[in-house]
């Protein structure tokens, strides 16, 4: 009887549903916002590669034993063959300004797989909790200034902390990795003279009062390093700040590559040389100049984004887990270079749009 | 079949599911709206599917079950369009509607048990595809849809 009651007031309620026409066309329109979003971002990750690269090719021209930048290396004889196999290639972007030990504000695996089809960028997030080697379990970000210590802190002592905690994590080989820091950053803004760059929205620095207009302008390196700081008082958060980061990076690579940089190997030798001191590089097992000779094979320069899957913030810290169940998997396709497996059976995660 | 095929037949009736499962057109729009838009950027997987229909069913269902706060009705809420889309409703039939006691019970309902409610007595669909639509055993569609009838029964008693 209560079940002839229900039946009943399912169908009494049928008038209530609103007519299909608008909803269609709201459908149509937010996943066409969606599509240009996803496209952005993909201009954004394709940027972003770029700088990984430019960052690869550094060791080049500052190796550990220091010298002067040598525009040969690029263009020069190598006796080792290129690379066979996968090779990931770890980005830390630090913050170094002043004497307090950094924290690593993004951390990246650029992964290139044997087939070489095309780069993946893994964001690792930086509140995820992890073990860490001979400390606590901590963010991962906490890896950097942990094992670069106070006084005064070591770049390559966190790098290589950051590295191991990394390699635990996911198990997977690390062929080398770089430091990105703001200093390296506003170096490479003022040697390709500035970064043009369309803001969204306005952007009140915090730290200096600058106001950054929602519009087009070029940035030098102290504002281009002002702008990226900047994340509370942004509506996402450091969400925002990824955005802008985006954004710009799009904005130096375009600048790099109107002056022809990328392409000619004796300005970018120069390039790297001027900003080679800022950052600091990991040997890893193979060459750097292995590395950059990669690049040309590549069938498509346009990285697929990916994040380690996982959960909600939880606790007042703001700790993130590593997702249970798709976070192993993922994993095991990284260590197995099976990514364009997965990414095919999880196509939704692609890209931090969620 | 393509998306504009699916949508031109299918809309209707999700549509239609989703009131019954929100009890409120406004959610039911956004529920569906959400759901249809991955749908869409989604199409080729959808479509190879082996029924579409059924897939696109689970994921709204998947969808309304994990409806909690930061998941999609934040992303609704924020998305502060206007909601001109939304008729209103406020004729004799919508205000005996409001009266209508067993629908407000409803909505007190765990939404697991209320969407196995739906999938039984308004879709009149057979338990295994329930348990399909849920994810989970036919022995769970049974157990759930029994506690729910009791808690509405239980409801019948103080009234």
């Known amino acids: 009887m209560i079940e002839d009651d229900l039946r009943a007031a399912f169908v009494r309620h049928e008038p209530l549903t609103p007519s299909t026409g608008p909803l269609r066309a709201a459908i149509d329109r937010l996943a066409r916002r969606r599509r240009q979003l996803r496209r952005r971002w993909q201009a954004g990750g394709t940027a972003l590669a770029v700088l990984g690269v430019l960052g690869i090719g550094v060791p080049l021209f500052t190796p550990e034993s220091a010298g002067p930048p040598q525009a040969a290396g690029l263009t020069g004889a190598s006796d080792r063959p290129v690379a066979a196999g996968a090779v ?4 830390v972007g630090i913050d170094n300004r002043g004497s307090v030990p950094p924290l690593a504000d993004s951390v990246l695996l650029l992964h290139i797989p044997s087939d070489r089809s095309r780069p993946y960028l893994v964001s690792l997030p930086r509140d995820l909790k992890v073990p860490i080697n001979g400390h606590d379990t901590d963010k991962l970000n906490a890896a950097f200034p942990l094992g670069a210590g106070h006084s005064p802190p070591d770049l390559t002592k966190g790098y290589e902390l950051t590295r191991q905690t990394v390699a635990t994590l996911t198990g997977v080989r690390i062929d080398t990795g770089v430091v990105l820091t703001y200093s390296a950053l506003r170096t490479l803004t003022n040697e390709v003279g500035g970064v043009p760059v ?8 915090a730290h200096t009062q600058r106001v950054f207009p929602a519009a087009c302008q070029r940035l030098d390196g102290a504002a281009a390093v002002d702008l990226l700081r900047q ?22 690579v375009r600048s790099a590559s109107d002056q022809g940089v990328l392409t000619n190997p004796v300005r970018l030798a120069k390039l790297l040389g001027a900003v080679g001191p800022d950052l600091a590089v990991s040997p890893g097992e193979a060459t750097m100049l292995d590395l950059m000779r990669l690049v040309p094979t590549l069938r ?3 990285p697929v984004g990916l994040s380690l899957p996982v959960g ?5 810290s703001h700790f993130v887990q590593a997702d249970p169940k798709l976070a192993p998997e993922f994993l095991a396709a990284l260590r197995e270079d099976r990514l364009g497996d997965w990414v095919a059976r999880h196509p939704g995660q692609v890209s931090p749009t969620r | 079949m393509t998306y504009e095929e699916f949508a031109d037949t299918r809309l209707a009736p999700l549509l239609r599911y989703a009131v019954m499962l929100t009890g409120d057109p406004h959610q039911a729009q956004d529920l569906v709206q959400e759901t249809m838009v991955r749908v869409q950027l989604n199409w080729r997987r959808v479509a190879r599917a082996d029924s579409p229909e059924r897939y696109v069913r689970r994921m709204l269902t998947n969808q309304y079950v994990d409806w909690r706060r930061g998941s999609w009705v934040r992303r609704v809420l924020l998305r502060g369009e206007p909601d001109s889309t939304v008729p209103v409703t406020t ?16 909505s007190r309902l765990p939404r697991r048990q209320r969407a196995a409610l739906v999938l039984r007595y308004y879709e009149d669909l057979p338990d295994v595809e329930i348990a399909d639509i849920l994810g989970c055993a036919v022995g769970t569609v049974r ?8 808690t509405l029964r239980a409801e019948y008693v103080e009234a």
């Open chain 1, 198 to 205: 369309c803001l969204p929205e306005r952007v009140q620095s």
């Open chain 2, 143 to 150: 157990s759930s849809i029994s506690r729910a009838l009791a």
């Open chain 1, 231 to 252: 994340r509370y008082g942004l509506p996402d958060g450091s969400q925002g700040r990824d955005r802008n980061a985006r954004i710009f990076a799009a904005g130096l």
């Open chain 1, 312 to 316: 909600e913030p939880t606790g007042s």
């Open chain 2, 91 to 106: 004729d004799h039939a919508q205000s005996a509607v409001d009266r209508d006691e067993i629908w407000s019970w409803l």
């Open chain 1, 88 to 91: 990931n290639v770890l980005l």
């Open chain 1, 300 to 302: 498509s320069v346009d």
